[in-house]
């Protein structure tokens, strides 16, 4: 598959695929809406009420999501495992040309960043006592989900019109079963399409203000059972 490095409106970069027509992140600002949807909207959210987490991404791809997570990890001795699906990872030298030092300023946080990318793969690694990161070389149509299992579903797929066969039905019934009660799904889509499969899965839906660019955003809660 052909990339190309983009940069977008907040100066941080992404890749496009041609073949697609579609980018990595958003070109109104790659670093703003990873921080706004998946951080601000999720983990936070969730760290609100618990101080470890178990997440699921559903989309490693440049690995912007995973390195935002880390300081919280780091910073405020929250356990974070971090589970992370890619069929389709970026190669070294790719990941060299993404210049995530350019706006990642901590040098030891860009050195963590390039040690996620040399990670194996279907192999957990703490890469500090408080953050394990498992990258996990499958698609989520492969992926067994282990059951009420996740805190947190980073949901970054391409669009719907791009990965129509990742925004089925039956997968967000399969994301509905590995969230644990309470648990949370968070993406940048805000479809109605998608969020009447969100809702026919189980979840309670909530329309979220989005990140640059973009109206709004979706969080699909898991409700915890009553009594």
Do not use: W
């Given at each position: 598959m052909h990339l190309e490095i983009r940069q977008t409106k907040d100066g941080s970069n992404t890749l496009y695929v041609p073949e697609l027509n579609?980018?990595?992140?958003?070109?109104?600002?790659?670093l703003q809406e990873s921080q706004h949807?998946?951080?601000?909207?999720?983990?936070?959210?969730?760290?609100?009420?618990?101080?470890?987490?178990?997440?699921?991404e559903v989309g490693f791809g440049t690995g912007l999501n995973a390195i935002l997570t880390y300081p919280f990890a780091l910073a405020q001795a929250v356990f974070v495992q971090y589970d992370t699906l890619e069929k389709f990872p970026i190669s070294a030298?790719?990941?060299?040309?993404?210049?995530?030092?350019?706006?990642?300023?901590?040098?030891?946080?860009?050195?963590?960043?390039?040690?996620?990318h040399a990670c194996p793969w279907n192999k957990p690694q703490d890469l500090i006592p408080h953050f394990c990161l498992q990258k996990i070389h499958e698609s989520l149509?492969?992926?067994?989900?282990?059951?009420?299992?996740?805190?947190?579903?980073?949901?970054?797929?391409?669009?719907?019109?791009?990965?129509?066969?990742?925004w089925?039905?039956?997968?967000?019934?399969?994301?509905?079963?590995?969230?644990?009660?309470?648990?949370?799904?968070?993406?940048?889509?805000?479809?109605?399409?998608?969020?009447?499969?969100?809702?026919?899965?189980?979840f309670e839906i909530e329309a979220l203000p989005g990140p640059?660019?973009?109206?709004?955003?979706?969080?699909?809660?898991?409700?915890?059972?009553?009594?």
């Open positions: 579609e980018h990595y992140h958003s070109i109104h600002g790659a949807v998946f951080i601000k909207n999720g983990l936070e959210h969730v760290l609100n009420t618990k101080k470890d987490v178990k997440i699921l030298e790719v990941v060299e040309q993404l210049q995530f030092d350019k706006f990642i300023l901590d040098p030891e946080l860009y050195t963590v960043f390039l040690q996620m149509e492969e992926f067994v989900v282990p059951e009420a299992y996740y805190d947190i579903i980073y949901f970054d797929a391409f669009a719907p019109e791009k990965q129509p066969e990742l089925t039905d039956e997968m967000f019934e399969k994301l509905f079963k590995a969230t644990r009660p309470g648990g949370i799904l968070v993406t940048y889509c805000a479809k109605g399409s998608f969020k009447r499969s969100l809702k026919a899965a189980g640059p660019g973009k109206r709004e955003m979706t969080r699909g809660v898991k409700p915890i059972p009553i009594g």
